[in-house]
Protein backbone atom coordinates (compact mmCIF):
# COMPACT_ATOMS: atom_id res chain seq x y z
CA UNK A 1 0.00 0.00 0.00
CA UNK A 2 1.44 3.54 -0.93
CA UNK A 3 1.41 5.91 1.37
CA UNK A 4 2.94 9.72 1.60
CA UNK A 5 3.69 11.42 4.87
CA UNK A 6 4.27 15.07 5.01
CA UNK A 7 6.76 16.48 7.43
CA UNK A 8 7.94 19.97 8.75
CA UNK A 9 7.68 22.99 10.67
CA UNK A 10 3.97 23.79 11.08
CA UNK A 11 5.19 27.97 11.57
CA UNK A 12 7.04 29.87 9.76
CA UNK A 13 7.97 33.07 9.96
CA UNK A 14 7.61 35.97 7.32
CA UNK A 15 10.05 36.03 4.69
CA UNK A 16 12.06 32.83 5.74
CA UNK A 17 11.74 29.62 3.79
CA UNK A 18 9.12 26.89 4.05
CA UNK A 19 10.69 23.44 4.08
CA UNK A 20 8.47 20.20 3.89
CA UNK A 21 9.52 16.76 3.32
CA UNK A 22 7.18 14.03 2.18
CA UNK A 23 7.84 10.82 2.83
CA UNK A 24 7.08 7.63 0.53
CA UNK A 25 6.03 3.98 1.75
CA UNK A 26 5.50 1.08 -0.23
CA UNK A 27 6.70 2.13 -3.38
CA UNK A 28 10.22 3.48 -4.60
CA UNK A 29 10.32 6.82 -5.74
CA UNK A 30 13.12 6.45 -8.99
CA UNK A 31 10.54 3.59 -9.62
CA UNK A 32 8.14 5.85 -11.86
CA UNK A 33 5.41 8.04 -11.97
CA UNK A 34 5.82 12.26 -10.40
CA UNK A 35 5.86 13.47 -7.29
CA UNK A 36 4.08 16.38 -6.45
CA UNK A 37 2.68 19.56 -4.43
CA UNK A 38 -0.35 20.72 -4.12
CA UNK A 39 -1.93 23.29 -1.24
CA UNK A 40 -4.92 24.73 0.23
CA UNK A 41 -5.56 28.41 1.76
CA UNK A 42 -7.69 27.88 4.89
CA UNK A 43 -11.58 27.40 3.69
CA UNK A 44 -10.09 27.94 0.07
CA UNK A 45 -9.35 26.04 -3.19
CA UNK A 46 -6.74 23.60 -4.35
CA UNK A 47 -3.88 25.11 -5.87
CA UNK A 48 -1.12 22.99 -7.78
CA UNK A 49 2.44 24.07 -7.11
CA UNK A 50 4.80 21.94 -8.66
CA UNK A 51 5.79 18.43 -9.80
CA UNK A 52 8.93 16.02 -10.03
CA UNK A 53 9.08 13.23 -12.46
CA UNK A 54 11.20 10.13 -10.86
CA UNK A 55 13.98 11.05 -13.25
CA UNK A 56 14.40 14.12 -12.19
CA UNK A 57 12.74 16.68 -14.19
CA UNK A 58 10.71 19.94 -12.66
CA UNK A 59 7.68 21.25 -13.35
CA UNK A 60 6.52 24.68 -11.24
CA UNK A 61 3.60 26.51 -11.25
CA UNK A 62 4.71 29.82 -12.73
CA UNK A 63 2.87 32.03 -10.17
CA UNK A 64 5.68 30.87 -7.46
CA UNK A 65 8.36 29.83 -9.83
CA UNK A 66 11.00 32.38 -8.54
CA UNK A 67 10.63 30.74 -5.12
CA UNK A 68 9.90 26.95 -5.51
CA UNK A 69 12.41 24.19 -5.65
CA UNK A 70 11.02 20.72 -5.60
CA UNK A 71 13.80 17.89 -4.62
CA UNK A 72 14.58 14.56 -4.29
CA UNK A 73 16.21 12.26 -2.01
CA UNK A 74 16.09 8.81 -3.57
CA UNK A 75 18.18 6.82 -0.86
CA UNK A 76 15.10 8.09 1.55
CA UNK A 77 12.98 8.03 -0.76
CA UNK A 78 12.22 11.11 0.00
CA UNK A 79 10.80 14.39 -2.34
CA UNK A 80 10.68 17.66 -0.58
CA UNK A 81 9.67 21.44 -1.32
CA UNK A 82 11.25 24.38 -0.57
CA UNK A 83 9.52 27.94 -0.97
CA UNK A 84 11.30 31.25 0.13
CA UNK A 85 10.40 34.68 0.95
CA UNK A 86 7.44 33.14 2.61
CA UNK A 87 4.25 36.38 3.21
CA UNK A 88 0.84 34.99 5.39
CA UNK A 89 -0.29 34.29 1.85
CA UNK A 90 1.19 31.35 1.81
CA UNK A 91 -0.49 29.76 5.07
CA UNK A 92 -2.11 26.89 3.83
CA UNK A 93 -2.25 23.14 3.98
CA UNK A 94 0.70 21.59 2.08
CA UNK A 95 -0.06 17.72 0.56
CA UNK A 96 1.91 16.03 -1.07
CA UNK A 97 1.26 13.77 -3.91
CA UNK A 98 1.63 10.93 -6.58
CA UNK A 99 0.55 11.53 -9.93
CA UNK A 100 0.64 9.40 -13.34
CA UNK A 101 3.53 9.79 -15.83
CA UNK A 102 1.29 10.22 -18.58
CA UNK A 103 -1.76 11.34 -16.73
CA UNK A 104 -0.33 14.31 -14.74
CA UNK A 105 -3.82 14.99 -13.32
CA UNK A 106 -4.26 11.64 -12.19
CA UNK A 107 -3.31 12.14 -9.08
CA UNK A 108 -4.24 8.64 -6.86
CA UNK A 109 -2.08 8.81 -3.99
CA UNK A 110 -1.77 12.34 -1.59
CA UNK A 111 -0.07 12.69 2.36
CA UNK A 112 -2.92 13.37 4.89
CA UNK A 113 -1.74 17.43 4.34
CA UNK A 114 0.01 19.45 6.55
CA UNK A 115 -0.88 23.02 7.95
CA UNK A 116 1.99 25.64 7.78
CA UNK A 117 0.90 29.25 9.23
CA UNK A 118 3.22 31.52 8.28
CA UNK A 119 3.12 34.63 10.96
CA UNK A 120 5.74 36.50 13.14
CA UNK B 1 -2.13 29.02 -17.30
CA UNK B 2 -5.63 27.54 -18.07
CA UNK B 3 -8.52 28.69 -16.28
CA UNK B 4 -11.11 26.31 -14.86
CA UNK B 5 -14.37 27.26 -14.17
CA UNK B 6 -16.73 25.16 -12.31
CA UNK B 7 -20.82 25.84 -11.92
CA UNK B 8 -22.78 25.92 -9.42
CA UNK B 9 -20.58 26.85 -6.69
CA UNK B 10 -22.36 25.30 -4.51
CA UNK B 11 -25.93 23.04 -4.71
CA UNK B 12 -28.28 21.27 -2.03
CA UNK B 13 -29.61 17.90 -3.20
CA UNK B 14 -31.78 15.11 -1.31
CA UNK B 15 -29.98 11.69 -1.08
CA UNK B 16 -30.93 9.71 -4.22
CA UNK B 17 -31.19 12.84 -6.24
CA UNK B 18 -29.33 12.89 -9.66
CA UNK B 19 -26.81 16.22 -9.49
CA UNK B 20 -24.66 17.17 -12.61
CA UNK B 21 -21.39 19.45 -11.77
CA UNK B 22 -20.24 21.37 -14.85
CA UNK B 23 -16.14 22.17 -15.82
CA UNK B 24 -15.29 24.94 -18.42
CA UNK B 25 -12.15 25.17 -19.79
CA UNK B 26 -10.70 28.66 -20.88
CA UNK B 27 -9.16 26.90 -24.17
CA UNK B 28 -9.49 23.09 -25.98
CA UNK B 29 -7.87 20.98 -23.43
CA UNK B 30 -9.06 17.50 -25.28
CA UNK B 31 -10.12 15.10 -22.74
CA UNK B 32 -7.29 16.33 -19.91
CA UNK B 33 -9.66 16.48 -17.26
CA UNK B 34 -10.15 14.99 -13.90
CA UNK B 35 -12.30 15.22 -10.76
CA UNK B 36 -11.72 15.26 -6.98
CA UNK B 37 -13.83 14.38 -4.27
CA UNK B 38 -13.11 16.41 -0.87
CA UNK B 39 -14.52 16.07 2.53
CA UNK B 40 -13.67 18.33 5.23
CA UNK B 41 -10.42 17.88 6.65
CA UNK B 42 -9.10 15.36 4.59
CA UNK B 43 -6.83 15.15 1.81
CA UNK B 44 -8.47 15.08 -2.03
CA UNK B 45 -9.47 11.63 -4.11
CA UNK B 46 -9.39 11.27 -7.10
CA UNK B 47 -12.54 9.95 -9.03
CA UNK B 48 -12.37 10.56 -12.38
CA UNK B 49 -9.31 10.81 -15.40
CA UNK B 50 -9.01 11.29 -18.55
CA UNK B 51 -12.25 13.22 -18.14
CA UNK B 52 -14.54 9.86 -18.50
CA UNK B 53 -12.20 6.85 -17.05
CA UNK B 54 -13.49 5.67 -13.27
CA UNK B 55 -10.83 5.06 -10.84
CA UNK B 56 -10.38 2.10 -9.52
CA UNK B 57 -12.54 1.74 -6.33
CA UNK B 58 -14.85 4.12 -7.20
CA UNK B 59 -18.65 3.64 -7.12
CA UNK B 60 -20.33 3.15 -10.57
CA UNK B 61 -22.91 6.15 -9.71
CA UNK B 62 -19.86 8.68 -10.34
CA UNK B 63 -19.32 9.30 -14.04
CA UNK B 64 -17.44 11.99 -16.16
CA UNK B 65 -17.76 13.09 -19.64
CA UNK B 66 -17.34 16.05 -21.85
CA UNK B 67 -14.06 16.86 -24.10
CA UNK B 68 -12.76 19.84 -25.57
CA UNK B 69 -13.85 22.75 -23.03
CA UNK B 70 -16.95 21.18 -21.39
CA UNK B 71 -17.16 18.32 -19.11
CA UNK B 72 -19.67 16.88 -16.75
CA UNK B 73 -19.48 15.03 -13.38
CA UNK B 74 -22.64 13.41 -12.53
CA UNK B 75 -23.70 11.55 -9.39
CA UNK B 76 -26.74 9.22 -10.38
CA UNK B 77 -28.40 8.50 -7.32
CA UNK B 78 -26.63 10.97 -4.54
CA UNK B 79 -25.46 8.96 -1.25
CA UNK B 80 -24.97 10.07 2.31
CA UNK B 81 -21.25 10.03 1.65
CA UNK B 82 -21.20 11.96 -1.20
CA UNK B 83 -21.74 15.07 0.49
CA UNK B 84 -18.48 16.78 -0.42
CA UNK B 85 -16.90 19.52 -2.37
CA UNK B 86 -16.18 18.42 -5.57
CA UNK B 87 -13.24 19.95 -7.80
CA UNK B 88 -12.01 19.26 -11.27
CA UNK B 89 -8.25 19.62 -12.33
CA UNK B 90 -7.29 20.25 -16.18
CA UNK B 91 -3.78 18.42 -16.89
CA UNK B 92 -3.74 19.70 -20.96
CA UNK B 93 -0.62 21.66 -19.98
CA UNK B 94 1.56 22.99 -16.91
CA UNK B 95 0.71 24.69 -14.85
CA UNK B 96 -1.94 21.84 -13.89
CA UNK B 97 -4.60 24.30 -12.76
CA UNK B 98 -8.19 23.17 -10.78
CA UNK B 99 -11.70 24.65 -10.69
CA UNK B 100 -12.97 26.61 -7.51
CA UNK B 101 -15.08 23.68 -6.16
CA UNK B 102 -18.70 22.66 -5.90
CA UNK B 103 -19.96 21.85 -2.82
CA UNK B 104 -22.75 19.75 -2.69
CA UNK B 105 -24.79 19.79 0.48
CA UNK B 106 -27.33 18.14 1.99
CA UNK B 107 -31.33 19.43 0.94
Known amino acids: QVQLQESGPGLVKPSETLSLTCTVSGYSIISGYYWGWIRQPPGKGLEWIGS???????YYNPSLNSRITISVDTSKNQFSLKLTSVTAADTAVYYC?????????????WGQGTLVTVSS | AIQMTQSPSSLSASVGDRVTITCRASQDIRNDLGWYQQKPGKAPQLLIY???SLQSGVPSRFSGSGSGTDFTLTISSLQPEDFATYYCLQDYNYPLTFGQGTKVEIK
Open chain 1, 97 to 109: ARADALTAGKIDY
Open chain 2, 50 to 52: AAS
Open chain 1, 52 to 58: LSHSGTT
